[in-house]
């Protein structure tokens, strides 16, 4: 099983998913029932995968790799695209996050009742995108499953949504979809440019097919590139992300090599593509201006839906940042610097400000997203140690907040179908545990510490404060943001839960505090918060020695 894990992470959802659509019998308790089983054996592979796991070991881990495409195309070469997964530092905690994440959505999934066969099959098929994308080694690889991921999002939200579910599915799709024709423009364009060195060794007959390859047989293979000493027809064209982050195997001349001279619009056509790159990915983070999508898409989506949006989705765009935007363009990325921190900035107050002024509950929620995303943003631009284990570890923290936040206010929503925040007054008296459960998910997210919020702000913002590359009014001004959390959280908690009891529809509807499945739902969660936010090394640990190495790297 170890030699096949990370393939069975992807492929046990993707197998529940058509379990899900051929089961002989009508029954919504079977399809949840078979949601729910994929999902705890898929914390079941990941808890095998950790103790597997070197977190001292820098390099890529659990490797799989397997010749997938091989399609030779005349003068233009050979295209090879592998079935390649593997983790590290940086993707695994992102996968220990997605389990506890798409459990969760589950477990809060299971009083649908419309259309439940086509609900769980599309959340299944969803969970088994979300995983290709943290464990995908090779370009193409990963970006099928990227683009795979919108549909089933795109239906969930449109089909079990709110009043104007069409509508927020729509804009969801059109601004995910965009920016990932940017990304697939870049990605045809580092094909052209980027050869397989082992593969192209074969080629050439510098070793045989099954020979092993020596260390030292790829900086050869790399001077005769450089040299010219090999044939277009004999280059082996790849996706795989080791070989597109190292400049050696970029073809001289070609549109995307290190010394290309190639322009648009006297844009140098490397920086052109690491902004089409870095857009694709602002997109799913989100950040502003290009944010727009996601508070329409918070409102109408169910709150299963929300969980996993917030949660998880939107940390791919974080770690596309890293593992794409600036592995394979680290030099554009140093340049840019500045810029992606005043972005990261802006985010993070604008979103502050916005979250601030919301009346709906999810509104405020999901603009408190767009500010906390934008710390992941400022971390990676700093380009220290701090801010890239910071902005990780803040992807896994607002990860594990936000389905908190999302599920409560579900709970709430179940019993009143109302999410004004000004509806509500008073709430302690008859739900003491959800006020309490309320109370830590609020502190926790607006960075008292003692709880992961504080740690990941703490660290992306030390992080820009020593970074040579950013100058030091940019995270002064980003520090705006978490007084702006403390009082929009604060406020919201002051108004809702204190004072005497009342609430808009008290005539008609009884509130109840958390039942069982509610309290499974969120307790996890509480005790993550506070476990990581008091040994925050079980993140570090993970994600350190792979930013040291990959910070050397860039640098």
């Keep these: 099983m170890i030699d096949h894990i990370l393939t069975f992470l992807i492929a046990i959802p993707l197998l529940g998913a058509a379990a899900v659509a051929f089961w002989p019998v009508d029954s919504q308790h079977n399809f949840r029932l078979i949601a729910l089983v994929a999902l705890l054996l898929e914390v079941v592979v990941v808890a095998v995968s950790y103790l597997s796991f070197n977190s001292q070991n820098a390099a890529l881990q659990l490797s799989e790799v397997?010749?997938?495409?091989?399609?030779?195309?005349?003068?233009?070469?050979?295209?090879?695209?592998?079935?390649?997964?593997?983790?590290?530092?940086?993707?695994?905690?992102?996968?220990?996050?997605?389990?506890?994440v798409l459990l969760a959505g589950v477990v809060s999934s299971w009083n649908v009742n419309h259309k439940s066969r086509a609900y769980f099959g599309l959340y299944l098929l969803l969970s088994g995108s979300v995983m290709g994308c943290f464990l995908a080694q090779d370009f193409f690889l990963f970006y099928l499953f990227f683009e795979f991921m919108l549909l089933p999002m795109y239906f969930l939200i449109g089909l079990w949504g709110g009043p104007r579910r069409e509508y927020a599915a729509l804009k969801f799709f059109i601004y995910t979809f965009l920016g990932s024709l940017l990304i697939l423009i870049v990605m045809i364009g580092l094909y052209l440019s980027v050869i397989d060195p082992v593969e192209t060794a074969r080629m050439v007959g510098l070793i045989g097919p099954e020979d092993v390859v020596h260390p030292d047989m790829i900086p050869q293979i790399q001077q005769w590139l450089f040299d010219g000493k090999i044939a277009p027809e004999q280059l082996i064209h790849t996706f795989r992300f080791t070989y597109l982050a190292d400049p050696g195997n970029y073809i001289?001349?070609?549109?995307?090599?290190?010394?290309?001279?190639?322009?648009?619009?006297?844009?140098?056509?490397?920086?052109?593509?690491?902004?089409?790159?870095?857009?694709?990915?602002?997109?799913?983070?989100?950040?502003?201006?290009?944010?727009?999508?996601?508070?329409?898409?918070?409102?109408?989506?169910?709150?299963?839906?929300?969980?996993?949006?917030?949660?998880?989705?939107?940390?791919?765009?974080?770690?596309?940042?890293?593992?794409?935007?600036?592995?394979?363009?680290?030099?554009?990325?140093?340049?840019?610097?500045?810029?992606?921190?005043?972005?990261?900035?802006?985010?993070?107050?604008?979103?502050?400000?916005?979250?601030?002024?919301?009346?709906?509950?999810?509104?405020?929620?999901?603009?408190?997203?767009?500010?906390?995303?934008?710390?992941?943003?400022?971390?990676?631009?700093?380009?220290?140690?701090?801010?890239?284990?910071?902005?990780?570890?803040?992807?896994?923290?607002?990860?594990?907040?936000?389905?908190?936040?999302?599920?409560?206010?579900g709970v709430l929503y179940d019993r009143t179908h109302d999410r004004r925040i000004d509806h509500y007054r008073g709430l302690i008296t008859v739900m003491p545990q959800y006020t309490v459960v309320t109370g830590i998910a609020f502190f926790a997210s607006l960075g008292l510490p003692g709880f992961s919020g504080f740690v990941g702000e703490l660290f992306t913002l030390m992080g820009a404060f020593q970074s040579d590359a950013l100058p030091v009014w940019i995270p002064a001004v980003s520090t705006l943001g978490i007084v702006l959390a403390a009082g929009y959280f604060l406020w919201t908690y002051q108004r809702m839960f204190f004072s005497s009891f009342w609430y808009k529809n008290a005539t008609t509807q009884v509130l109840t505090d958390l039942t069982r499945r509610e309290t499974l739902m969120l307790v996890p969660l509480v005790i993550l918060t506070i476990l990581v936010g008091i040994l925050p090394g079980l993140l570090f640990d993970l994600s350190g020695p792979t930013v040291e190495a990959w910070l050397e790297r860039l640098k």
């Design 66 to 100: 397997r010749d997938w495409i091989t399609l030779p195309i005349g003068s233009l070469g050979v295209v090879s695209i592998d079935y390649a997964l593997a983790v590290d530092g940086i993707s695994f905690p992102l996968v220990l996050l997605a389990v506890v």
């Design 252 to 409: 001289p001349g070609s549109i995307l090599s290190a010394a290309s001279e190639f322009f648009i619009a006297d844009i140098p056509v490397r920086l052109l593509a690491f902004w089409f790159l870095f857009i694709g990915f602002a997109v799913k983070l989100p950040v502003v201006p290009v944010h727009t999508w996601l508070p329409d898409a918070h409102v109408e989506a169910p709150t299963p839906i929300s969980v996993v949006l917030a949660g998880i989705l939107l940390k791919i765009g974080g770690y596309g940042f890293i593992r794409i935007v600036d592995g394979f363009f680290p030099a554009e990325a140093l340049y840019s610097a500045i810029p992606l921190a005043i972005l990261g900035m802006i985010s993070i107050v604008y979103g502050g400000f916005n979250a601030l002024g919301q009346s709906d509950l999810k509104k405020l929620i999901a603009y408190s997203s767009v500010s906390h995303m934008g710390f992941v943003l400022l971390g990676i631009a700093a380009f220290t140690p701090e801010g890239f284990n910071g902005a990780i570890y803040q992807m896994v923290s607002h990860g594990i907040l936000s389905a908190m936040l999302f599920l409560l206010t």
